[in-house]
Nanobody
Framework: QVQLVESGGGLVQAGGSLRLSCAAS????????MGWYRRTPGKQRELVAA???????NYADSVKGRFIISRDIAKNTVYLQMNSLKPEDTAVYYC??????????WGQGTQVTVSS
């Protein structure tokens, strides 16, 4: 079992920045893949950024160059630094952790709203 708790969402103007945090209940290097997803009404949840236990990262094309995923192993926390935010980044952002065997765990979600 893995509990994931997100924080850091909120309202920001276009061009601004936010940092999301995802605190895991266990050692994050024991989690094969951790990522951030987002969902907007009427759309499927989409991958925004992910980081493997080895530290490899990948990003959705729409956020490359603007968002950075990182982690603090000592705090068992993964971050999503979001810069140059656009109104289309408005969504509920979810933290995800995938463990050996393929089981996925999700946080409760945090709302990010970018005003134009």
């Amino acid at each position: 079992q893995v509990q994931l708790v997100e924080s850091g969402g909120g309202l920001v103007q276009a061009g601004g920045s936010l940092r999301l945090s995802c605190a895991a209940s266990r050692y994050i290097l024991s989690i094969n893949l951790m990522g951030w997803y987002r969902r907007t009404p009427g759309k499927q949840r989409e991958l925004v950024a992910a980081i493997t236990s080895e530290g490899s990262t990948n990003y959705a094309d729409s956020v490359k160059g603007r968002f950075i995923i990182s982690r603090d192993i000592a705090k068992n926390t993964v971050y999503l630094q979001m810069n140059s935010l656009k109104p289309e980044d408005t969504a509920v952002y979810y933290c995800n952790g995938r463990v050996t065997g393929g089981t996925n765990y999700w946080g409760q979600g945090t709302q990010v709203t970018v005003s134009s």
